[in-house]
């Protein structure tokens, strides 16, 4: 990848000066975590009626107790195409009044994480290759978690999710 390259500057680091829960979930062999308070709930995953056109990683709507959600794989969204099984969820988000929801692999845990445990993340540039929605990477417990703004990652045109959750009421 000769095009790939460090920004000048490192990212800042963690605006975190009071410790906050992540929710950590796998996609493939990697460990993610987000903000618990952008999490509504988190259920197993069952077949979403598909949208006729919808784009790859819109796997369709469900209807959430009289919402019709969308239901968009973060699998397919980082181009790791994978089957569901028993361990396969769906966490289901509130962004501002906005609610869709995400499959991955699996869910692990809630964590509390301080500013000590959270360092930055580096800034690579390269053509179609964006980690902008990569807020820092955490390690706790022998574990690296990659901390993101999932709210910057489905508004991120690069991944194809721009404009996939509904506007807010």
């Known amino acids: 990848m000769d095009d790939l390259t460090l920004a000048s500057a490192p990212a800042p680091a963690s605006a975190v000066a ?9 996609l493939g062999d990697e460990e993610y975590g987000i903000g618990i308070l952008q999490v509504q709930e988190i259920r197993s995953y ?8 919808a784009p790859a990683v819109m796997r369709g ?38 609610v869709a929801g995400v499959v991955v692999d699996s869910v692990s845990d ?18 179609g290759f964006d980690t902008s929605f990569v807020t ?3 390690s706790v417990q022998q574990r690296m ?17 721009a404009g996939a959750l509904p506007a807010s009421a």
């Open 61 to 98: 709507v469900i209807d959430l107790r009289g919402v019709i959600t969308p239901i968009l794989d973060l699998r397919l969204a980082f181009g790791q195409a994978a089957p569901c099984t028993a361990q396969t969820g769906v966490i289901v988000l509130n962004l501002g009044g906005r």
């Open 145 to 161: 978690l990659i901390l993101m703004d999932i709210a910057r990652l489905l508004d991120n045109p690069a991944l194809g999710l």
């Open 136 to 138: 820092g990477i955490a």
């Open 110 to 127: 809630v964590l509390e994480l301080g500013p000590q445990h959270i360092r930055p993340a580096p800034r690579l540039r390269a053509p």
């Open 18 to 26: 009071e410790p906050a829960e992540y929710l950590s979930f796998r």
């Open 46 to 53: 069952e077949a979403p009626t598909a949208i006729a056109n």
